[in-house]
């Protein structure tokens, strides 16, 4: 499952107790996130496939 939220520029959202993500920056296609955490917490970035591979295979795990 997913949570889709749409936020403005300054806006951000809030994860567990002590970590926020803002965004930033945006210019044409690119937003800029600023992420606030603790030393402890492990950020990392990962690229999700494109849509039509997703969309595809959501509509083989449907089927099944």
């Not at 920056?25 to 990392?44: C, Y």
Request: hydrophobic content about 40%; charged content about 30%; overall charge positive.
């Amino acid at each position: 499952m997913a949570l889709v939220l749409k936020r403005n520029l300054g806006q951000g959202i809030k994860l567990g107790d002590d970590v926020y993500v803002e965004i930033h920056k945006v210019s044409g296609r690119s937003v800029s996130l600023r992420i606030v955490a603790p030393q402890e917490v492990r950020i990392s970035r990962f690229e999700l496939p494109p849509l039509a591979k997703r969309v595809r295979r959501w509509k083989s795990n449907k089927e099944n």
